[in-house]
């Protein structure tokens, strides 16, 4: 006697993937131009900015990428003036987003 294992019901599982948009990832390469870098006081600001935002936002240098609603994220990239960071955002807010946390970047100092 052979049996067959039930086939799962797939409804519900359905019904969650079409409830769930899709946004189109923004990712932008900057060079950051503030005075210390992301440091300190500058991460904190960034960070906060982050935080205001629905959207996954990530924030990179090199090949590491991490939460940039994290400040010990941040921190850890050692971002200096000068060099070349990534920045992603994915989400229902995305483009206010990126907008206001690449003012900040490009910003001399906040």
Do not use: C, Y
């Not at 769930?20 to 440091?39: A, C, P, S, T, Y």
């Not at 990530?58 to 050692?78: E, F, P, Q």
Request: glycine share 6%; no cysteine.
């Amino acid at each position: 006697m052979v049996t067959h294992a039930k086939s799962p019901d797939l409804t519900k599982t359905w019904a969650f993937l079409t409830k769930r948009q899709v946004f189109d990832l923004i990712r932008k390469n900057l060079v950051v131009n503030l005075e210390q870098g992301l440091h300190a006081r500058p991460a904190s600001v960034f960070v906060r900015a982050a935080n205001a935002f629905q959207s996954e936002i990530r924030i990179g240098k090199g090949d590491k990428l991490t939460n940039a609603k994290s400040i010990l994220g941040v921190l850890s990239l050692a971002i200096a003036k000068g060099q070349e960071m990534i920045l992603e955002i994915d989400g229902p807010d995305e483009e206010e987003a990126a907008s206001s946390l690449e003012q900040i970047i490009l910003s001399k100092e906040v």
